[in-house]
């Protein structure tokens, strides 16, 4: 099994930055892809970036240009670089990990608070 364990969240101004780091641990031969998403009070939980085990990303249109996903795979590490942040961006972050063995065995975080005042 896989573990992962987030961290970075917390509170920032409109226009501020914050990194989000995420650690796997366990299994983490298992892994390929990995991202983030992210859930609002009463709202679904969205994607916000995803990469590939060989590092290729892809963003959200929202995010787009203010958000960078990056991978270190010698430390099992996901980190999401957020810039510019909007208030619209306040969720609770999940860090995911895509398993090679089938999405039963995919596994989720525990989640970080991300809050942006205006």
């Known amino acids: 099994q896989v573990q992962l364990m987030e961290s970075g969240g917390g509170l920032v101004q409109a226009g501020g930055s914050l990194r989000l780091s995420c650690v796997a641990s366990g299994s983490t031969f298992s892994i390929n892809g990995m991202g983030w998403y992210r859930q609002a009070p009463g709202k679904q939980r969205d994607v916000v970036a995803v990469?590939?085990?060989?590092?290729?990303?892809n963003y959200a249109d929202s995010v787009k240009g203010r958000f960078t996903i990056s991978r270190d795979n010698a430390k099992n590490t996901v980190y999401l670089q957020m810039n510019s942040l909007k208030a619209e961006d306040t969720a609770v972050y999940y860090c995911?990990?895509?398993?090679?063995?089938?999405?039963?065995?995919?596994?989720w975080g525990q989640g970080t608070q991300v809050t942006v005042s205006s």
């Open positions: 990469i590939g085990s060989g590092g290729s990303p």
């Open positions: 995911y990990a895509a398993s090679m063995y089938g999405r039963k065995h995919d596994t």
